[in-house]
């Protein structure tokens, strides 16, 4: 567990790193693929939601949410990444879809950074952006350390 410090910029320089974004938001389509069928099914995305707590918690902090509440916003978000409407979404729909949240979440934060506490094996793509950020500074780290 280890607290992280993100603000709009950190997402957003993760959504807009294409090769990044797209490896690891690809290895987390393949792990909630459950049933390895290549798309996932409004039970698979409902379980990834709830795997990434964006829903049900509050950037880190848990909110209670009515059980109705949170099928609606379920649906409406299966509705949201399924753009062509065939029940299912597919690699390339996830992406755009996390790729538009991801952006919407940086809007939100805009210059204030905010801090999350997370476990080390969090699956959130909030995380994954921290991580990316996190990777940037130390390989920039690096060659300094080796002249000095
Ligand atoms: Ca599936």
Redesign the pocket.
Known sequence: MGVVIIDGTTVRDFANNEEEFNKRVDSQFAS??????????RS?LRTAFQSMRLIETHFGLDVATPNDELARLYDTIFDSFDGDRSG?VDPAEFRAEIRNILLAIADGLGSSPIQMILEDDDPSFLKQAADLEASKLASKDEPSEKKA
């Open positions: 909630l693929d459950l049933n390895n069928d290549g798309v996932l099914s698979e299912a």
